[in-house]
């Protein structure tokens, strides 16, 4: 009986050593490095959505522009689709030659469109391709931008379902949410950005990470699944003209959240008003790959009238 209590222990303690290794090694590895370059025109949900989810997943994220503009903060600021402005973390051009696990193409137009023309950044995704490295796009980037450089030939992708006809001849289109093939991810649009990438994250790291990130986000098991939508006490709305909406953000607000309450509002036509809570225009987001830029300040919002207002998440 001693003795086996003794092999037990012995086997307890070799089993904490091995989690132990196993834990100072994965702390000892670098962080993955991804590039999510945007341009003017980048769809923001399609961005936030792959940098934010990335991020959680550990990996380190650079969020740059690939317009050569002045030095400074000015320089980095993107006008992104629908009215958004963002701030970016870094310049393309001052980035070649440096080694990245995964680039990741945002789409949107015409952001797919200026992140083609940008010759830099073309060099550095066929370079990287080239070592066999992880690379993907969504939305109309995937026709739009890889098709366009040749780098989706003899492979299957999808991209935004309008832009199908788009793809060249050497492009096997397939019509699915997410499709992955050999060391590339295509997705259709903002609807599937985080589906896009959370498969990211499966190729990047493995299945057991990617379920450990999708499950705070509260995303849909699986595709296809059905979903609810509860409304209690329902009551009739009606505003006259075109809805204003407020968003107020602050420092710490959750970028996906609030990007995806502004994107959506402002393709349903709302007049949507992003006002800071801080003392300035500028927002640092909850994962400080998007620095927010507001319409106003709150105090000047205070003085208008909304048929809405609607918040996200802020954790600071």
């Not at 990996?59 to 002045?70: D, G, I, K, L, Y």
């Not at 995704?125 to 026709?143: D, F, S």
């Not at 790291?205 to 999708?214: F, L, T």
């Amino acid at each position: 009986m001693a003795a086996a209590a003794s092999s037990l222990a012995r086997r307890a303690v070799s089993c904490r050593r091995l989690l132990l290794s196993r834990a100072f090694a994965a702390a000892a590895r670098p962080a993955k490095r991804v590039l999510v370059p945007v341009a003017a025109g980048t769809e923001p949900v399609e961005a936030a959505a792959t940098a934010d989810v990335l991020n959680r997943a550990g990996a380190r994220v650079t969020v740059a522009t690939v317009a050569s503009a002045p030095a400074g903060d000015e320089g980095l600021l993107v006008e992104a689709a629908y009215g958004v402005k963002l701030v970016a973390g870094g310049r393309v051009a001052d980035l070649e030659g440096e080694a990245f696990d995964l680039i990741a193409l945002p789409g949107g137009m015409p952001g797919s469109v200026n992140l083609r023309e940008c010759k830099v950044l073309e060099r550095m995704v066929k370079m990287h391709a080239e070592k066999g490295e992880l690379y993907g796009a969504i939305c109309a980037a995937p026709a739009v931008t890889l098709a366009h450089w040749g780098m989706l030939k003899g492979l299957k992708a999808t991209c935004y379902p309008s832009f199908m006809e788009k793809f060249t001849a050497e492009v096997i289109p397939v019509n699915s949410r997410v499709v992955v093939d050999r060391n590339v991810v295509t997705s259709q649009g903002p609807g599937t950005a985080i589906e896009f990438a959370l498969a990211l994250v499966e190729q990047l790291y493995d299945k057991e990470k990617m379920e450990e990130v999708a499950g705070p986000l509260y995303v849909r098991p699986q595709h296809g699944a059905d979903y609810t939508i509860k409304e209690l006490n329902s009551v009739e709305w009606k505003c006259s003209g075109t809805p204003q909406v407020l968003v107020p953000v602050a420092n710490g607000s959750e970028e996906i959240e609030a990007l995806n309450l502004i994107d959506v509002l402002r393709r349903a036509g709302a007049n949507v008003t992003v006002a800071s809570v801080e003392d300035t225009l500028q927002i640092v987001t909850r994962r400080h790959k998007f620095n927010l830029i507001a319409d106003m300040m709150l105090d000047e919002a205070a003085k208008m009238e909304f048929d809405l207002i609607v918040m996200p998440v802020h954790n600071c």
